[in-house]
């Protein structure tokens, strides 16, 4: 419509024009809400979303870490401790979060040679080993089936994340401020159990899953980052 055009219906008082005019200006501002919107959405697509900022900042002393199977009876695949342990790893040697990661041999030496290992501390275990921090991921659930015996895989790792000092003092939790820990749960889709995948290669799936949304906590990254 041409501003004259528009002068006119202004200008016009009849109750039935200045209504029209009125709603052609909200029809106006509503395309161009809706456009804004649709171009902040197209940019947070373009740019892999929203910035997330750490959780937590690690020192970037010897860092230990701990995945902590508490009844010993939850993990089917004891590689899974490894393909954890590997990937943050990698992630914190990428993004710059600490260099200094206690190698997985080191602690699996300690695990097998210390006849009283379960009886140790999360603490006991770090300062063995050397850590300034552990990062402790107490695992909660480990299940490759809904239920025993089923003809189905579906995946389900979760486990309560913590850093701890090492430091002989009586709280040794310094993040976060909830005591039972942040939780994280990574799933895997449902498939045939008789398919292609063995038990094995969920497990190993589940893994890398969980070593990656653990990593993220403690470095800054786009919400759609993988």
Known sequence: MKNEQMSELVRDR??????????????LTAA??????????LWANMSGG???????TLTKGPLLLLLDDPNEDQLSEPRVYEEVHRTISQ???QFDVNKRVI????WSRLRQSESKYAKLSAREIG???????ILYMRIVRFVLQPEPGAE????????NVKVLS???????RLWPKDEGGRRVTVTTQTEAADGDRSAADVSQELAIKMGKEVAKIFYGHRSFDK
């Open 14 to 27: 009849r109750p039935g024009v200045v209504r029209f005019a009125l709603l052609g200006c909200l029809a």
């Open 32 to 41: 161009a809400s809706s456009g804004c919107v649709q171009m902040a959405a």
């Open 50 to 56: 929203d910035w997330i900022d750490p959780e937590h």
């Open 91 to 93: 992630n914190f040697l």
């Open 103 to 106: 190698p997985y041999e080191d």
């Open 127 to 133: 300062e063995k080993l050397g850590a300034e921090q």
């Open 152 to 159: 189905i895989f579906q995946g389900e790792f979760t486990v």
């Open 166 to 172: 090492t430091e002989g003092k009586r709280d040794i």
